[in-house]
């Protein structure tokens, strides 16, 4: 507890005792291992020499005989001849020929197997480079010169050794690369994770909306589709939702689902029969989900539309109790911007188009499904949804982009940050070692986890720690568990505000396996007013049911229970615990 809440304690005391106040209550759009960067060529006409190029992406243990399929990705940043250019493992040399080359381009001397493995443009070596499974140092050379080297260990079947981002250290291993021979950060991946950079769109117009104040938006944004309608899914379980579908799939609008083929605690009967009437229909509904043995992620996890030229992004699943409005507190942002639908398009894309996608009509054969209770709680609506302007609002994916992208946010707070999740995965996480820094240098710090059943024990317990550490570093650092009060069942929003102008809204909860091992999508949005709507969103619920308008009787509920020392006790039913939402 910080020194500000010690004050506010002290006074709600001495105002009790007085009794004088009253206290109110791997598809189209990227490849496999590509960046969304312009298209990569390989031409045969020539062009200037240039000694400008790097190793992007090793491939050295193909589930194949003989290792069919190994493959190199390098990078030119400009129309590069590729005479002179030479890759060597320390024993044996290839030459990458004379053709002209640009962006990334895959080199193997197995082009028949690699082109099956990515988007790239495929070129062939002459001669023999094989990628030891045990461990191995490659190096790209110029007239000899060393121009880029990288090495691994023991490399996983069917993955990648993939160069990631500089800023992203936090799950990859150093190796020492590059012309000036600096340190970079190296990846395992699975073959077909994609690598997308964040995609910024300037100031645009969002539709702001939180649940389950606003279940409506959803719907009305699908009900006005022309042209398509993308949805990205961890579950899905909605009727209203899947009408919606069914009339936009009836007057021609191309519709496709993609879900996640193992959520916690299994497919409910409810998700199944929801999605078996919408694949028997004539409408051309496809729906696919995405998981089994080639599986890229660990899970599916992202709440998205694309709907023609606007992109809806969400932290709460497509059933009754997320976007249904029937449970969960939750963010969402509808953003028109041809630019973010057009990235999201294709991250969808390359998500649905892979080898680890299967039909839902293929994959629901001989399968059986879970029940679980139908979320029907009935809420007020204190926050309407509300469309404005937004400077700017930046694409992110999980585990291509986003971990490192809301560090930086985190660590450019000047003022403050507030921090609403579902549960935090760990002390150590990255997430929370920002927010530590950002108390040191002054920032006004909130964390407010949610007391579901199923994490209000741990989520006590991380909300203790944090406070120890923050009083005993003498930090502004507070966090506190939500009481719901009458107006939602539970947090389940993913949502970081900072410095009231910058705001992140998405699927990404803050545990590792969400940013490196899930897809995620969550989206920043620059602006004041869109930090104010947030941010009186936040206020509400951090203060137990207070409007957030900062009234003079507005004393957090919290508060008062910490001074009159109310115990509550909750009722832990003998369910499965979910990890994910």
């Known amino acids: 507890m910080s020194g500000r809440s010690l004050v506010l304690v002290i006074v709600l005391a001495l105002v009790l005792a007085s009794a004088s106040v009253p206290v109110a ?31 992007e992406v090793l491939y050295p243990n193909p589930v194949a005989e003989d290792d069919a399929g ?21 024993e044996t040399t290839v030459t990458l020929g004379n053709e002209t080359a640009s962006g990334h381009v895959a080199v193997t001397t197995d082009p028949k197997a690699t082109k099956n493995l990515t988007t790239h443009p495929v070129v062939a070596l002459d001669g023999s480079l094989s990628l030891a499974n045990g461990g191995d140092e490659v190096v790209l050379q110029y007239r000899n010169g060393t121009i880029d080297e990288t090495r691994y260990e023991n490399a996983p079947d069917a993955e990648l050794f993939r160069r990631v981002n500089g800023t992203d250290a936090t799950n990859g291993t150093s190796r020492t690369g590059g012309t000036g021979g600096t340190s970079e950060t190296w990846r395992w991946v699975p073959l077909g994770a994609t690598d997308f950079e964040p995609v910024r769109a300037g100031s645009t117009t969002a539709r702001t909306f939180v649940l389950p104040d606003a279940p409506s938006v959803p719907i009305e944004t699908i009900r006005g589709a022309d042209e398509r309608i993308l949805i990205g899914g961890y579950s899905f379980a909605s009727e209203r939702v899947a009408t919606e579908l069914e009339r936009a799939a009836t007057r021609g609008v191309t519709v496709r689902l993609l879900l996640d083929d193992a959520p916690a605690g299994g497919i409910s009967t409810a998700q199944a029969r929801v999605l078996d009437s919408l694949a028997s229909g004539e409408s051309g509904i496809e729906i696919e989900v995405l998981g089994g043995p080639y599986a890229r992620y660990d899970f599916h996890h992202p709440k998205y539309a694309v709907v023609d030229d606007r992109a809806l992004v969400t932290s709460e699943n497509w059933k009754p109790a997320g976007t249904g409005g029937h449970a969960s507190r939750g963010w969402g942002v509808v953003v028109e911007d041809p630019r973010t639908a057009k990235a999201l ?28 209770g139908p979320a029907n709680g009935s809420y007020p ?65 909130r964390v407010l986890l949610s007391s579901a059943w199923y994490s209000a024990e741990d989520n006590e317990a991380m909300a203790a720690w944090l406070n120890e550490r923050a009083d005993s570093e003498d930090l502004s650092l507070d966090a506190r568990v939500a009481d719901p009060g009458d107006r939602f069942a539970k947090i389940h929003a993913k949502g970081v505000i900072v410095d009231r102008e910058t705001v992140v809204v998405g699927s990404i909860n803050w545990n590792n396996n969400s940013v490196r091992e899930n897809r995620e999508i969550a989206i920043v949005l620059e602006g004041e007013a869109v930090g104010a709507y947030y941010g009186r969103v936040f206020d509400a619920d951090w203060e137990g049911g207070s409007t957030g308008k900062g009234g003079a009787n507005d004393l957090p509920v919290g508060l008062v229970a910490a001074v009159c020392g109310i115990a509550v006790l909750a009722l832990l039913v003998a369910r499965r615990v979910r990890f994910v939402e």
Not at 348 to 372: N, P, V
Request: proline share 6%; glycine share 8%; no cysteine.
């Open 25 to 55: 209550g791997g598809g189209p759009g990227s490849g496999p291992e590509s960046r969304s960067e312009p298209k990569s060529e390989v031409t045969s006409e020539s062009t200037a020499p240039s000694n400008d190029g790097r190793i």
């Open 70 to 90: 190994e493959f190199v990705v390098l990078w030119f940043p400009q129309d590069t001849d590729m005479a002179g250019w030479t890759l060597t493992d320390g």
């Open 345 to 372: 398009a294709a991250m969808f894309r390359a998500d649905a188009d892979w080898r680890d996608t299967i039909s839902w009509h293929e994959f629901r054969r001989g399968r059986t499904f879970t029940d679980e």
């Open 381 to 445: 609506t204190a926050f309407e949804a509300r469309s404005m302007p937004v400077e700017s609002a930046t694409l992110l994916a999980a585990p291509d982009n986003a971990e490192p992208a809301i560090l930086r946010e985190l660590d450019r707070a000047d003022e403050s940050i507030s921090v609403v999740q579902a549960s935090i995965g760990s002390r150590t996480l990255p997430f929370v070692e920002a927010l530590f820094r950002a108390a040191e240098r002054g920032v006004d710090v």
